[in-house]
């Protein structure tokens, strides 16, 4: 048979996936979650939330050469783990999620801090991966997500949250990084879509000429349980809370086993991604079970956001 090979998906999966599974872990633990990345002194740098033994999360840093091939430090968590200062009883649950920005010659990395008493989103500053400075927590309680903004908006920080629980997504604007104001709901679930029942960030916004590009998860609820998959959407380059474009049609979702079958099972989660000579990286967690990467030119996603296009990798 001829012909072009149909692509089911906008972006296109790395043969090697998974990149990271449970016995890539230099330690025992339970699972491997998802993973923030970005690029330090010509190395990448991935922060990875893996499920220990005893059920709390952690994060942990691996770093590659060529961004397919991730090696551990050890098994000492990246930065602060969960009881380490004055704020321990919010943290008991463990941290993870992390997303990080590069912004002004600083990496900032924000995750999800899990306690009995709730969710909330932490933030850290670093210059090199080793050592950090603390912020005030970027959010209220039950709340989830908080990828950064990589420019200030009009003199102010931007970041977006999710409420949990809750099902849209929200943008917050601060001046100084620890008091948040200015909520904004940019966008909601839509019913009939694939998108119907939840939604939240990925990793941070990507600047495009149309504006931002983000990339998003969506949330279905099907009779054999919730069915999370990817999208884009186009927000205004000056007023990011309004969004120019959105995609219709998802631009990943679980097909191959490994994204099917794992703890959680039909899900692919986004924490980060890399862009190199207009190529997305998206790399994601697969069904809380490992960790991948699926690419695609950035025009066919912004494409798919503004003229509902369906042209692939």
């Not at 899990?114 to 969710?119: F, N, Q, T």
């Amino acid at each position: 048979m001829g012909g072009k090979r149909f692509c089911f998906d906008v972006l296109k999966r790395h043969v090697d996936n998974p990149l990271i599974t449970i016995e890539d872990i230099p330690f025992r633990c339970s699972a491997v979650w998802n993973a923030a990345v970005t690029i330090f002194e010509n190395r990448y740098i991935m922060l990875v939330t893996i499920e220990e033994l005893e059920g709390t999360y952690c994060i942990y840093k691996a770093e590659s050469d060529d961004g397919l091939h991730f090696v551990f430090d050890n098994d000492t968590p990246a930065f602060i783990k969960y009881g380490a200062d004055a704020r321990e009883p919010y943290r008991t649950g463990g941290i993870r999620d992390a997303r990080i920005t590069f912004l002004a010659g600083s990496y900032y990395i924000s995750y999800v801090v899990e306690s009995r008493h709730g969710h909330r989103i932490a933030l850290l500053k670093t210059r090199d991966f080793k050592t950090y400075e603390s912020y005030p927590y970027a959010s209220q309680v039950d709340v989830k997500s908080g990828p950064l903004f990589p420019e200030k908006i009009d003199g102010s920080y931007c970041l977006l949250q999710r409420p949990d629980p809750g099902s849209s997504l929200w943008l917050f604007m601060s001046k100084d990084l620890s008091f948040w104001g200015h909520g904004r709901c940019i966008m909601a679930p839509r019913g009939g879509y694939w998108d119907s029942n939840r939604i939240g960030p990925a990793g941070p916004p990507i600047r495009i000429e149309q504006g931002w590009l983000l990339v998003y998860y969506g949330v279905k609820v099907t009779s054999a349980g919730p069915l999370v998959r990817l999208g884009a959407v186009v927000l205004d380059s000056e007023e990011p809370w309004k969004v120019t474009g959105r995609s219709n049609i998802t631009i990943l979702s679980p097909r191959k086993r490994y994204e099917r079958l794992g703890d959680v099972p039909n899900v692919v989660f986004s924490c980060g991604a890399i862009v190199e000579d207009d190529i997305m990286h998206v790399y994601y967690g697969a069904s809380d079970n490992c960790i991948c990467r699926a690419s695609g030119r950035i025009d066919a996603i912004v494409d798919v956001c503004l003229n509902g296009s369906r042209e692939g990798f």
